[in-house]
């Protein structure tokens, strides 16, 4: 491969979408953006994502697209088998879009599509903290909860390209209910709004605490986590009833594939030793005796801005 | 592959070890048996199973060992990458047996070891009711509960061997005590011991119940189930929860790997629609929305008696 190879990455998200010239040593080089939310219309969408994928090569002085290895996109209900978004609910084009097929269409350029879980995973596989690795689960917690599993080196996608769903695995049966139609999914407890109801919750009990003297609806996972770092006790227990869920999650995801690590990833992640500390002490409590090896529970080592691109990106290598 | 090829499969259970010569077609020529529980020490237990290989052999007018293609060994804590035992708690000889290595020693034949629901998953794709299918997960009901998962034609092994353990996946968080040190496990809910339970927890709230009136130690999920079957209400609620619990743990499992279809085996699995029609109900009512396919829950075709010969054997292909 030579170093001239470039690829795309496209992150699809329900707000924004972000468009990267990315080359093969990870390095984003350039990227443009759309506002997802404002296109009702998906072939206006993927038109104008065209025309910005132009610009990016004729103003990087790309003239071949044979240099482009591929375009990579994590979307929502990605579906890496058909090349489609499948009903993302987060979306206001719904049904299911062929993304692959237009974009090959107008451009000749292969594409592959994944959801924004699996890119990250595959992502930080190749240039990220799992380099070297060939199995690791990805928890991506952000909004929702988002799930990728790496296997022998290639993405777990199961029978219909759907597989990784982890942010719904019933981590409490009966528990809150979810957006799914399920009661207690993983992305109840994990996600921004599970830890914001968690800590509504304890503030109801402790109405004298602090937070409870916010704005209601401006509370949320960063105002707690600095809390957290404060020293608010309600805080500290939102992050360690979190952790302690998290943790259970984790240690089911090692009975199913046993991966070398397990990595973290999205807004929640970055929160520091408020999260991972009972993360990892509930993970070590509820991990099967027989996994003997240790089973590091990290990071995502990709700069934040730029992870959902470059993950999106890996996918045609 | 000529017709003449043969295979040995070993089910070593923690009561007795049957030792089958298997032909291709997937068809049991001839079985032999020892009591494991006798053994207390691994290279006698392999010395004898070396004996009745080479009896198995020369009865069956097997001259030439090339005609074997493999010896293929299901085992509690099997562990595929290093062929060994590793500290399995229903046998008697504790620590990492090379099992692998000890047989290859004596007849020179290729030793497959893995464990017994991962045997039971392969059998089923090569000799059952999973033929042609690519990505599965089975599930063995019986004094415990195994998982052998199936991605892509192959057992999912993960980074050190030791993948698939869904008995032990948390399904209820601080749930029932289970002997691997964690509370809540699928096997407490799913299992011989599970359901057990289960019904002796209902016949507290109702004494006056016929199964009340059997010796405490007879209870068992087949005593259950014949009286589920007459109609007895306790033992009808008995599998009713169990079905609810064990249709989440399959929901869940599908946001795993996605399988076309998934199986259960063991003894429990036998017990017929007093389960499995509350285990599908559950199942369909707990699936991710995504899952579009109909994703069957099927019971192992394979016959009982010959299924765990068969699956290990299988895995020798």
């Not at 990016?56 to 375009?71: A, E, P, R, S, V």
């Not at 240039?127 to 777990?156: C, E, P, Q, R, S």
């Not at 999650?249 to 397990?262: D, G, M, R």
């Amino acid at each position: 491969m030579s170093i001239l190879n470039f690829s795309i990455g496209i992150d699809i998200g329900g707000t924004n979408t972000d468009i990267g010239l990315v080359n093969q040593l990870g390095y984003v080089i350039e990227s443009y953006h759309l506002k997802t939310a404002e296109y009702n219309d998906a072939q206006k969408f993927v038109n104008d994502i065209v025309i910005l994928i132009q610009k990016l090569l004729y103003f990087n002085g790309i003239k071949d697209t044979h240099l482009i290895k591929g375009i990579g996109i994590g979307a929502p209900c990605g579906n890496y088998y058909d090349g489609t978004i499948d009903d993302a609910q987060n979306l206001k084009f719904r049904g299911k879009i062929p993304l692959k097929s237009m974009i090959e269409e107008q451009l000749h350029i292969p594409v592959v599509v994944t959801n924004d879980a699996n890119a990250a995973a595959y992502g930080e596989m190749i240039y990220g903290g799992a380099k070297g690795m060939k199995n690791i689960v990805m928890f991506t917690l952000g909004t929702g909860v988002g799930g990728g599993i790496i296997v022998d080196g290639k993405l777990l996608y199961g029978s219909d390209g759907l597989a990784g769903e982890l942010g719904h695995t019933i981590l409490i049966p009966n528990g809150r209910k979810c957006n799914c139609g399920n009661s207690g999914c993983l992305e109840m407890y994990a996600s921004m709004r599970g830890i914001t109801q968690t800590c509504k919750e304890l503030l109801e009990q402790f109405p004298d605490n602090d937070l409870a003297k916010l704005p209601f609806n401006k509370l949320d996972p960063k105002i707690i986590a600095d809390a957290a770092y404060q020293g608010n006790e309600v805080a500290i227990e939102t992050y360690r009833k979190t952790g302690e869920w998290l943790g259970i999650a984790l240690a089911n995801a090692v009975t199913f594939s046993s991966p070398q690590a397990i990595f973290l990833a999205g807004g929640i992640a970055s929160n520091g030793d408020i999260l991972l500390k009972p993360t990892r002490e509930s993970f070590e409590k509820h991990k099967l005796f027989i996994y003997k090896n240790n089973i590091p529970i990290l990071v995502s080592q990709l700069n934040e801005n730029d992870a959902a691109i470059l993950g999106a990106a890996a996918l045609v290598f």
